[in-house]
């Protein structure tokens, strides 16, 4: 038989589950911001369920017919838990209600490829390097593949863009980021 008496053993249940509750709260309250921390970004997606980073790139109206564009972007970027920016350059080509949109970055080697209205080329100083208003390369180029294009829309009479970045020199476009 138990020495204690009813009371003492309702003290000692009320203390048991009380040591519990607080035990599961703390447990609790350090294991959601260690979750966040651990996986929270990789379950994040856009508020509009879209997961695709659209960047604006002005009203679709103000890209004249068949002459490149040069439209400046500022992409953020995440690696890890750090957080930059950089400065990108993207083309834009109106070819009647259609678009050509195209990375600055030119697929050989990276260099920055700027358009030459005299020659009606896209060059590259870097290897002398030249493509079509389309983006195709030209005979000749050091690149093994046209400029990178990118996927676009218009949306509420806005162009847009999601920017990525792909690998240089294959004759393929692939992702890098």
């Known amino acids: 038989m ?3 008496s009813e009371v003492d053993k309702t003290k000692r249940l009320f203390m048991g589950l009380g040591s519990i509750v607080i035990g599961a709260g703390i447990g609790g309250a350090l294991a ?4 966040q921390f651990a996986v929270g970004n990789a379950l994040k997606t856009a508020d509009d369920g879209d ?3 659209w960047i604006d790139l002005g009203s679709a109206s103000e890209f004249e017919e068949g002459k490149p564009t040069a439209k400046k972007i500022t992409i953020e970027i995440r690696d890890g838990w750090v957080k930059s920016s950089s400065d990108e350059t993207i083309w834009v080509v109106k070819k009647g209600n259609e678009f050509l ?6 697929p050989h080697l990276g ?5 030459v209205p005299e ?4 060059f590259c100083p870097c290897h002398n390097s030249a493509f079509e208003v389309t983006g195709e390369k030209k005979p000749g180029a050091a690149s093994a593949r046209g400029l990178d294009t990118l996927e676009y829309r218009v949306s509420d009479g806005k162009l847009q863009v999601v920017f990525q970045k792909f690998k240089n020199l294959l004759p393929t476009k692939e992702v890098f980021s």
């Open 101 to 106: 949109t195209f990375t600055a970055t030119c």
């Open 32 to 35: 959601y911001p260690i979750f």
């Open 51 to 53: 997961s695709k980073d």
């Open 2 to 4: 138990s020495d204690l």
């Open 119 to 122: 020659r009606s080329e896209y």
């Open 111 to 115: 260099c920055k490829v700027n358009w």
